[in-house]
């Protein structure tokens, strides 16, 4: 092997390990985390990187609601869900009532790997 050679395999043995652990990351989110907000009609979580639309989503779960002491957990149901690139947008038939919720999403990568994260936030 000439020396040239052994350059290019040592710097791509260097880059591989870094392609390798690049995995789709939520970078913001409207709501954002542990946020307060007025009645939202939708959501959008934006990641780092394009990611596969038919295998990715989101659940929403409200987990309490003013006035009501212990309220079981109620999943959100009806809302439509589009993928723009990076983007997801979560559009509500109406907009979502007072009370808690926690938000888990996934999202399979262009490298197949499936990500998974999730936050809360509360409507005021």
Do not use: C
Request: glycine content about 8%; proline content about 7%; charged content about 15%.
């Amino acid at each position: 092997m000439t020396r040239k050679s052994l350059i290019a395999a040592a710097a791509m043995a260097l880059t591989l390990p870094g392609l390798a652990s690049a995995h789709t990351k939520l970078v913001s989110s409207t709501p954002a985390a542990n946020a307060t907000i007025a009645k939202p009609t939708k959501m959008t979580l934006t990641f780092s990187e394009t990611f596969l639309a038919p295998l990715s989503g989101a659940d929403l779960t409200m987990t309490g609601m003013p006035g009501m002491a212990n309220h079981d957990p109620m999943p959100i149901k009806g809302f439509k869900t589009a993928v723009d690139g990076k983007t997801m947008t979560l559009t509500f038939p109406r907009a979502l009532p007072a009370g808690t919720y926690d938000l888990k999403w996934h999202v399979v990568g262009a490298d197949q790997h499936k990500m998974e994260g999730g936050y809360s936030f509360t409507v005021k």
